[in-house]
């Protein structure tokens, strides 16, 4: 009995991950989004438009303050243009243990490509957030490559969505909170369309990101994603 | 005749007062090496870190561990009117500080990025001694640590990018020329510090006019409780480097208290040679305590005889030797012991060149605690020589 309930248990929660690595994969975006960045008593406001395709992206910030500022993922790494220096920096090492932009998010979380792939359930559960019964689903990384040890995923049960992720280290330490406010559906699959970021070692600190405008399986040009086109 | 007595065994007087020299050199030696380290430390905490009290925001404070650019203090003017209220201030100097990376091509470094007034600098940094190579010149250039500039093979003329976070929460960036490179004197800056002028830290992060922090320099030491009682700013908090220093500062109070048990330590053991001479002294003179007992000493008298030759067998030793440390530690304060090899690597304030302090009243500390050790173990002896009576010595022979 006990084997049968491990089966049907482990079945049920590696479909339902491998369901949330499938929606999280985007051939070609076009996409423009607002961040609110609260950082005790100060709030700020950034907005950035940006193309992606296959795991590379191009972000070009497009508030004031950022102006031009503009970023470019190819496979592994991260490039960052300054117009104040007309100069390209690569983003390595500790580095990518930053903040990005002085959000709640770091490079790190925003290189990830496909970071659910790291992961195997540990047990899953039935939870109630808000008078809404979610699947509390535990994963934990077993390559040893992932930034956090282990998540705790709220999923809705009925379309296997992510409401929340707790992130942990590997002492059990919570350390990020993501909350996932609104998806859109485009076609068969949802997007997250606003989410928070809380990074809990800081006080009083989050961002949240509005995706204003999102356009899946678009054609984009490949020459955005070369280097020249950052100086551009 | 206390004093005659110790010629009496010439060599064995010479050892015994030998070992107790050795004492007197090796604590004012190490007292003076202790103190100099924990000075040098001290030096660095205060010039490059905290004056003997920094000014700042609450917030900045609160999160001083993520070095927050936009916790900058807006209007430093008001700051400035409140310190001439001051009279023992000396002087003060206010510093931008953020943490960012260096480039130098596709290499980059983590870095701890110090916009100074290099004017104001030049005294408490000490940069013009510092500079190992090119110039103290900030106007469009930097300066960088030494270890950070081997570690990305930096050499003076070389173009390198610094971004940083901006005050907005964005993120800048600057190109400038490396001017100089500069033996900071602790591992933990020498391996990521860049120093640019305050002009061009406020370019990088982006902001108009402000300061992180301002070091305040006193007269007199004693003062930073009453300054700390004082300074009353809405929303602004002045900390002494003591503070700063957090738990490390009762370390260091435990580690004095430590060593002075060490002293007193190595003297104990020094003066059991005083012991030893002392009782084979007595001994040896036997026939002569029963006789002098017989011609009418009295107890006392023996007890002193006994007891002041050990304690000047003692002290003399002891002065010879506690004056030798002291010259000792005046030279190595001169010349510096250079433990750079050694320290290199470490993530506190430890100096590269220790100088021991030469106080010359370590040198009255130590002879009196080996005067003082050395007359109550010479009490030993000597109250075994009171003790006799001449039919007891007498039947000894």
């Not at chain 1, 940006?50 to 190819?74: A, H, M, Q, R, T």
């Not at chain 2, 030696?29 to 001290?42: E, I, N, Q, R, S």
């Not at chain 2, 580690?255 to 003297?267: D, R």
């Not at chain 2, 002193?304 to 050990?310: A, D, M, N, V, W």
Request: proline share 2%; hydrophobic share 45%; net charge positive.
């Amino acid at each position: 009995m006990k084997a049968l309930i491990l089966i049907i248990f482990t079945i049920n929660a590696d479909e339902i991950l491998k369901k949330l690595r499938e929606d999280r994969k985007i051939e070609s975006s076009r996409f423009y989004a607002k961040i609110e960045i609260v950082k005790g008593k100060r709030t700020l406001f950034k907005e950035f438009e940006g193309y992606s395709k296959g795991s590379d992206f191009y972000i070009v910030f497009k508030n004031p303050e950022d102006k031009d500022v503009k970023y470019l993922k190819i496979k592994n790494d991260l490039f960052i243009y300054i117009p104040d220096i007309d100069d390209i920096v690569r983003i390595s090492g500790d580095m990518l243990k930053q903040s990005f932009m002085g959000t709640d998010l770091s490079y790190e979380d925003l290189m990830q490509e496909d970071p659910l792939r790291y992961y195997k359930p540990l047990n899953i559960k039935d939870t109630v957030i808000n008078s809404d019964t979610l699947y509390l689903m535990e994963i934990v990384d077993t390559t040893k490559k992932a930034p956090y040890f282990s998540i705790n995923l709220f999923i809705d049960k009925k379309n296997i969505l992510i409401k929340k992720e707790e992130l942990f280290t590997k002492n059990r330490r919570k350390i990020k909170e993501v909350q996932i406010l609104d998806y859109k559906k485009i076609g068969e699959k949802f997007y997250p369309l606003i989410y928070i970021m809380r990074d809990l070692r800081l006080k009083n600190s989050y961002t949240k990101v509005v995706f204003k405008e999102i356009e899946i399986g678009i054609k984009v040009k490949d020459d955005i994603f070369k280097l020249e086109y950052l100086r551009k | 005749m206390a004093f005659r007595n110790l010629f009496r065994n010439k060599r064995r007087s010479f050892l015994t007062s030998l070992s107790l020299l050795v004492a007197g050199f090796v604590v004012v030696v190490l007292h003076g090496y202790v103190t100099g380290f924990l000075k040098g430390m001290k030096e660095n905490i205060i010039n490059w870190m905290s004056g003997h009290i920094i000014i700042a925001k609450e917030e900045y404070f609160s999160r001083k561990f993520f070095v927050p650019q936009e916790e900058y203090l807006e209007n430093p003017y008001l700051i400035k009117e409140k310190l001439k209220e001051f009279k023992y201030v000396s002087f003060y100097t206010e510093r931008l500080k953020s943490m960012g990376i260096i480039f130098k091509k596709d290499i980059n470094k983590p870095v701890l990025i110090f916009g100074i007034d290099s004017e104001k600098e030049r005294r408490i940094l000490e940069i013009d001694r510092k500079i190992v190579s090119g110039t103290y010149d900030l106007k469009e250039g930097v300066l960088l640590g030494k270890e950070l500039s081997k570690s990305l093979d930096l050499n003076i003329g070389d173009t390198v990018v610094i971004i940083s976070k901006t005050v907005l929460g964005g993120l800048n960036g600057i190109k400038m020329k490396v001017n100089g490179i500069v033996n900071v004197g602790f591992s933990e800056f020498d391996k990521k510090v860049v120093i640019i002028s305050i002009s061009n830290m406020r370019r990088l992060l982006k902001m108009p006019e402000g300061v992180h922090e301002i070091l305040v320099f006193l007269k007199d030491e004693n003062k930073i409780k009453d300054f700390k009682k004082n300074f009353k700013l809405n929303g602004i908090t002045a900390r002494d480097y003591v503070q700063e220093l957090g738990s490390f500062s009762y370390y260091f109070k435990l580690a004095n208290n430590i060593y002075y048990f060490i002293y007193i330590l190595i003297i104990i053991l020094a003066t059991f040679t005083v012991i030893n001479t002392m009782t084979v002294a007595v001994f040896e003179r036997l026939r002569e305590i029963g006789t002098l007992k017989a011609l009418g000493m009295r107890d006392l008298e023996i007890f002193l005889l006994f007891g002041i030759e050990g304690t000047i067998l003692g002290t003399f030793g002891g002065i010879i030797g506690a004056f030798f440390g002291w010259f000792v530690n005046i030279f190595l304060n001169f010349k510096g012991i250079n433990m750079e090899s050694a320290v290199r690597g470490m993530s506190i304030a430890v100096p590269y060149v220790i100088r021991p302090t030469a106080n010359f009243y370590v040198v009255i500390f130590a002879i009196f605690l080996i005067t003082v050790i050395c007359s109550i173990v010479s009490m030993i002896p000597a109250f075994y020589a009171k003790r006799l009576t001449p039919q007891e010595t007498l039947r000894e022979i």
